[in-house]
């Protein structure tokens, strides 16, 4: 693995079509737990041979076992119940968890699934965790006296099963937090929740945010507890570049370099000059490549035809400039 420009992607991959019928006829008690696992494993197999194909550097494991990102963990935590179904965006849905009584593990959450991808690869796979302030905001709460309380215990959650990611071999672990930008005035606990979770850690951190006027909360954006800043730079035309130009940090950023919420695939010559923008204001070896966001919501063409483009120009790049 060279030492700049290292390259990877947020998280979710595009579901197969095999595995999207799988998951309905599950969900109508058609097939068991176990044919569905089996399933989904295959197709995180054939993710995890195509970012190797790509040659992309810090792998993730598509999350194909997984539906909403926070539905997810709260399934899989006490102290919630799951609501009907609740419109995110456009024709998108979820089930809102319920906080109902004290939130926690009672055991790991995706540490097999970890283990199961990083077997199938010798390049590091990242952990991937939604954060607290994340499933606190994008939930109900229906037992803590107050939305502090509350993002609190979840945070001591998180932070558990971070310990046993890290315990089990992660290099890199991912806090995902589309949560934070949306409310500038909750900065501060979120960033105490983030500290929580990423305490006495010794793996790279990195924590995801999208879509937000970072402007108005730069100063506590970069001072969040965590080693790298994961953000979307495409959609918002890079702006956000000329704050960190200004105002320098000593963190690393994931730039996102491709739009995931567009169905054009970008050239190799308009990420190269995105790329060629960040390195104006980061030196090579404090910035990550990568999408905007997770790909989930594109076909796999698509996918593949942005992660394609995006591994191309960083190799351009590198070629031009004399980076290792």
């Known amino acids: 693995m060279t030492k700049g420009l290292l390259t990877t992607s947020v998280g979710s991959f595009p579901k197969p079509d095999y595995l999207m019928s799988a998951r309905n006829k599950h969900s109508r008690g058609e097939m068991s737990d176990q044919e569905l696992q089996l399933l989904e494993r295959q197709a995180t197999q054939e993710w995890v041979r ?83 302030y994340t499933i606190a905001d ?71 945010i999208c879509y937000g006027d970072f402007g108005l909360v730069y100063d506590r954006l970069v001072n969040l507890p965590v080693d790298n800043l994961d953000l979307e730079l495409a959609n918002s035309n890079f702006d956000l570049l000329e704050m960190f130009r200004q105002h320098p940090t000593k963190k690393a950023m994931s730039m996102g370099v491709t739009d995931v919420h567009t169905h054009v695939i970008e050239t190799v010559e308009l990420i190269k000059e995105r790329i060629k923008r960040g390195l104006k204001v980061f030196p090579p070896d404090r910035l990550y490549i990568d999408p905007d966001c997770g790909l989930k919501t594109r076909t796999e063409e698509e996918s593949l035809g942005k992660l394609r483009n995006m591994m191309t120009a960083v190799r351009e790049v590198k070629q031009e400039m004399g980076i290792e």
Do not use: C
């Not at 399934?75 to 849905?93: D, E």
């Not at 609190?152 to 995902?176: F, M, N, P, S």
């Not at 909750?186 to 793996?203: C, D």
């Open 50 to 132: 195509l970012q190797e194909e790509l040659g992309i550097d810090i792998l993730v494991d598509g999350e194909m076992y997984r539906g909403d990102m926070v539905e997810y963990f709260a399934q899989n935590m006490k102290g919630f119940k799951i609501s009907g179904l609740v419109r995110s965006y456009g024709n998108r849905y979820y089930r809102k968890p319920i906080a109902v009584g004290p939130v926690g593990r009672t055991a790991a959450i995706t540490i097999e699934w970890w283990k199961y991808t990083q077997s199938l690869t010798k390049r590091p796979v990242k952990g991937m965790i939604t954060g607290p």
């Open 138 to 208: 994008w939930s109900f709460n229906e037992h803590y006296p107050s939305r502090e309380a509350f993002i609190l215990d979840l945070a001591r959650a998180v932070h558990d099963e971070a310990l046993d990611l890290e315990r089990a071999g992660a290099k890199y672990i991912q806090i995902d937090e589309p949560a934070i930008s949306t409310r500038p005035e909750e900065m501060e606990l979120a960033s105490r929740a983030l500290g929580i979770v990423t305490k006495g850690l010794k793996a790279h951190t990195i924590t995801h």
